[in-house]
């Protein structure tokens, strides 16, 4: 299984809670009806950061994660090079996301606990 971790920044015109609330309230559901999704994606999650933070400790530059799990990296290119994502996932990313901050990574789990 291919996980993929996006990290998401917002774009500069955006506030934190207005980038969470697009991807929370927009993005998730118009994401998770998308036939490609349907077809390639098995797992997805979104991880919304935190403002309130531990003193000393220096958070991410990030405003959220976006895990998708895919059978392997055909399924993730078979997604990611579909009309689908190019004509309708990407246009609404658009909308909240800065796309020249973002960052993936790609991993395989091991678990250790749990």
């Not at 500069?12 to 980038?19: G, I, N, V």
């Not at 118009?30 to 000393?56: A, C, E, H, N, W």
């Not at 530059?61 to 078979?78: C, P, S, Y």
């Amino acid at each position: 299984m291919l996980k993929v971790d996006i990290l998401a920044r917002r774009r500069p015109d955006q506030t934190h809670d207005q980038f969470l609330t697009h991807w929370r309230d927009v993005h998730a559901e118009l994401f998770s009806s998308q036939p490609i999704v349907k077809k390639t994606v098995r797992r997805y999650i979104q991880s919304r950061t935190v403002v309130d933070y531990p003193k000393g400790v220096v958070p991410a530059d990030v405003d959220g994660i976006a895990q998708l799990w895919f059978d392997d990296m055909d399924g993730w290119l078979e997604y990611l090079n579909s009309d689908n994502y190019r004509d309708v996932i990407r246009l609404d990313e658009q909308k909240f996301v800065d796309a020249s901050r973002v960052q993936i990574v790609f991993s395989e789990e091991t678990t250790i606990m749990g």
